[in-house]
């Protein structure tokens, strides 16, 4: 399991592949805390609202831009402050993810997605709020364990995708856009995930 230093270094020497012409964006940040078993990283299980296309889905803190924020970097620490009352001007920046489309049951959005990586020393009690029914703390050796690996399917498509379960519920499966994010992390920390998507990526 890579620690906070392997990770702070990986994510310094990597260029993330970024799209600047998008018409619509949003932006996410993916934030490590330090524990006594190794890093742990923040996930939020969204509240679930007629309509959404992520509703339920777990996921990272973040959202769509505003056209007041600065940028993507902006616009992922302010839904982050917003979703789980967690305040990033004062952590630690270590990098960005490649860009990635947002797609819904596989399909494509139109929709780009940025990633932000940090650490927060002391990140405190977390205050969720509305859009989000929790939050959670998960080990990072978590995600690359493969006892934690499952199938997916959702119910308006038979292909499984593939998850990994980071809580004791059903509902916590990160899969989709958390998890391409997630094939992106891990990989460039040293702890690639194994190829799952059986050609339908």
Do not use: C, Q
Request: hydrophobic letters at 40%.
């Amino acid at each position: 399991m890579p620690d906070l230093d392997t990770i702070r270094r990986a994510l310094a020497g990597y260029e993330a592949r970024s799209v600047e012409d998008a018409e619509k964006r949003a932006a996410v940040a993916l934030v490590l805390r330090e524990a006594a078993g190794g890093p742990e990283a923040l996930f939020i299980e969204r509240a679930r609202h007629p309509g959404d296309p992520w509703s339920g889905h777990m996921a990272f803190p973040g959202g769509r831009m505003d056209p007041e924020d600065a940028g993507p970097r902006a616009a992922a620490e302010r839904e982050t402050l917003e979703e789980v009352g967690l305040d990033l001007s004062g952590a630690e920046p270590l990098g960005r993810l490649d860009d990635l489309e947002g797609r819904h049951a596989g399909r494509r959005s139109g929709l780009v997605v940025s990633a932000f990586v940090y650490h927060h020393a002391a990140p405190g009690p977390l205050r969720p709020n509305y859009e989000v029914e929790m939050a959670m703390w998960v080990p990072v050796r978590v995600l690359s364990d493969p006892d934690h690996h499952v199938e997916y399917a959702i119910h308006d498509d038979l292909r499984p995708f593939p998850g990994i379960r980071v809580g004791s519920a059903e509902p916590h499966i990160v899969w989709g856009l958390t998890y391409r994010f997630l094939e992106v992390f891990l990989s460039v920390t040293g702890r690639p995930l194994p190829d799952r998507w059986n050609g339908f990526r």
